[in-house]
Antibody, heavy 120, light 111 residues
């Protein structure tokens, strides 16, 4: 069965960077996109962008361009999301999710989430 | 922040039918499929409906999706206590470089 397992919770100071990992199993890692979505405490879902694990191509939401980087290591079926210049309003649970290679996006499996707390 | 608008809450008694609306625009719902996600308290979202009206394997047929113009709906028939959760619509938006936009979310309560 498909599993996406994310790295553990992080506490960072404002201005720092955080890198969250997402290890895939139960399917061929390079056959599906990896998307990243975040959820601030008590708030809704916010899409951050996607990574094509096969080619390494990325597409970031305009809000995060210049501050986010999505990469992968295909040898260990793992995707990464790094967010820099952290602010207090980046405090959120960050999710990775899988999406099929189709013309239409939908996120069919999700990781368990990683809480990132930004506090001085 | 969200470009898709949902009612903040909906409720019903066990066995009732509940409908959640999702309002967008021509650049998202009007021109693309709609997906729905269910988020139980303290857990990750789960895909409930994709491509407007398709159910993934394992999702009960009590859940159904539809779309008309720039609005979409999720219907839950035969409401059950385990359906108490937050529900989010989502769609691709064609503006700028494109983005996947979520609805504001609807909290469903089972009375």
């Amino acid at each position: 069965q498909v599993h996406l397992v994310q790295s553990g919770a992080e506490v960072k100071k404002p201005g720092a960077s955080v890198k969250v990992s997402c290890e895939a199993s139960g399917y061929t890692f390079t056959d599906y996109y990896i998307h990243w979505v975040r959820q601030a405490p008590g708030q809704g879902l916010e899409w951050m962008g996607w990574l094509n694990p096969d080619s390494g191509a990325t597409n970031y939401a305009q809000k995060f361009q210049g501050r986010v980087s999505m990469t992968r290591d295909t040898s260990i079926s793992t995707g990464y999301m790094e967010l820099s210049r952290l602010r207090s309003d980046d405090t959120a649970v960050y999710y990775c999710a899988r999406a099929p290679y189709t013309n239409y996006v939908y996120l069919d499996y999700w990781g368990q989430g990683t809480l990132v707390t930004v506090s001085s | 922040q969200s470009v898709l608008t949902q009612p903040p809450s909906a409720s019903g008694t066990p066995g009732q039918r509940v409908i959640i609306s999702c309002s967008g625009s021509s650049s998202n719902i009007g021109d693309n499929y709609v997906d729905w996600y269910q988020q139980l308290p303290g857990t990750a979202p789960k895909l409930l409906i994709y491509n407007t009206n398709q159910r993934p394997s394992g999702v009960p047929d009590r859940f159904s999706g539809s779309k008309s113009g720039t609005s979409a709906s999720l219907a839950i028939s035969g409401l059950q206590s385990e359906d108490e959760a937050d529900y989010y619509c989502a769609s691709w938006d064609d503006t700028l470089n494109g983005s996947y936009v979520f609805g504001t979310g609807t909290k469903v309560s089972v009375l």
